[in-house]
T-cell receptor, first 114, second 114 residues
Framework: DGGITQSPKYLFRKEGQNVTLSCEQNLNHDAMYWYRQDPGQGLRLIYYSQIVNDFQKGDIAEGYSVSREKKESFPLTVTSAQKNPTAFYLC?????????????FGPGTRLTVL | AQSVTQPDIHITVSEGASLELRCNYSYGATPYLFWYVQSPGQGLQLLLKYFSGDTLVQGIKGFEAEFKRSQSSFNLRKPSVHWSDAAEYFCAVGARNAGNMLTFGGGTRLMVKP
């Protein structure tokens, strides 16, 4: 089945540790996105990538890093510089680079920093 | 900059009653609008989208939405709610450029009374 997978579903880390969230898609989509979701705030864009080896900062990129070495993979690293990393993280992908394409979402990873 | 407001944080309706979820947007040109639904702990599923043409858009699960340019609104409706519709609903506006960034509202949590 084609889709977007995120792993792990739940992640616990100690304060000060970097952690990497996985996002993989087998839909052959060009563009991929990372969002952060906090209660009552909707989703906020962290980073996005329209093609391999290229990515841009979103609204809340500070304390996060990404890479896009393969079309199907877009991992997100939450660094120790992120002041409040506990949140639900959603990955999305989009078929092409045209503005009319729809974004499709993965199931999410809930990160809790202890 | 674009923005989305969902005025109702929580709504409770009885099963079988009609539903309307409000969404107001701010965007400098003709908007590209979406409604997504999220079950607890899950990713987002697209219900419907509007980018041109008929202002009344039909979606999945019996939902529809109407784009009203004069009111800057894109309200979601369903004539008869089912208990399985209990979830959180997000309205989003998309940028009409190659990046296709989505800006989300804060969400409306729908509860359904038996």
């Amino acid at each position: 089945d084609g889709g977007i997978t995120q792993s792990p579903k739940y992640l616990f880390r100690k304060e000060g540790q970097n952690v990497t969230l996985s996002c993989e898609q087998n839909l052959n989509h060009d563009a991929m996105y990372w969002y952060r979701q906090d209660p009552g705030q909707g989703l906020r864009l962290i980073y996005y990538s329209q093609i391999v080896n290229d990515f841009q900062k979103g609204d809340i990129a500070e304390g996060y890093s990404v890479s896009r070495e393969k079309k199907e993979s877009f991992p997100l690293t939450v660094t120790s510089a992120q002041k409040n990393p506990t949140a639900f993280y959603l990955c999305a992908s989009r078929p092409g680079q045209g503005w009319a394409d729809t974004q499709y979402f993965g199931p999410g990873t809930r990160l809790t920093v202890l | 900059a674009q923005s989305v407001t969902q005025p109702d944080i929580h709504i409770t309706v009885s099963e079988g009653a009609s539903l309307e979820l409000r969404c107001n947007y701010s965007y400098g040109a003709t908007p590209y609008l979406f409604w997504y639904v999220q079950s607890p702990g899950q990713g987002l599923q697209l219900l419907l989208k509007y980018f041109s043409g008929d202002t009344l858009v039909q979606g999945i699960k019996g939902f529809e939405a109407e784009f009203k340019r004069s009111q800057s609104s894109f309200n979601l409706r369903k004539p008869s709610v089912h208990w399985s519709d209990a979830a959180e609903y997000f309205c989003a506006v998309g940028a009409r450029n190659a990046g296709n960034m989505l800006t989300f509202g804060g969400g409306t949590r729908l509860m359904v009374k038996p």
